[in-house]
């Protein structure tokens, strides 16, 4: 199976925060939570295309979500929204800073046959 690095860099998505301010918390927004905006040349490394299930995995967590073709995102790095996915992967050390690391998320990023859901978390 191919799989490649990933660094993880989290967003603000204004939907997202729209949809906590309403409470109105349902499909769209795990839809919404649920991707990874990737470059084409790591979709093409993976052999997938736009709209196809990833599992991005680290010592914290393993995940699986939509991967996204973003044209902006350069090769080597993925953006996601702050969300259950993407809180899961983050990690803490009180010697390195006082919040969760959200701005540098190394993970290893695999195609996957599952379909994604947004809470998932390895049992390791």
Avoid at 1 to 8: F, G, Y
Avoid at 34 to 39: D, E, H, T
Avoid at 93 to 103: E, I, M, S, T
Avoid at 112 to 120: G, I, K, N, T, V
């Amino acid at each position: 199976m191919q799989e490649i690095s990933l660094i993880i860099v989290t967003y603000r998505d204004v939907f997202q925060w729209v949809a906590k301010q309403k409470g109105v918390i349902g499909s769209d927004y795990q839809d919404r939570s649920a991707i990874v905006r990737m470059s084409s040349s790591d979709l093409k490394a993976l052999g997938i295309g736009d709209g196809a299930t990833v599992k991005l995995r680290n010592a914290f967590a393993d995940v699986v979500v939509r991967a996204k073709l973003d044209p902006s995102c350069k090769q080597g790095f993925g953006y996601m929204p702050a969300s259950p996915c993407s809180n899961s992967l983050t990690s803490y050390d009180p010697a390195k800073g006082r919040l969760p690391n959200f701005k540098r998320i190394e993970v290893v990023v695999e195609p996957a046959d599952e379909e994604y859901y947004p809470s998932q978390t390895s049992d390791a």
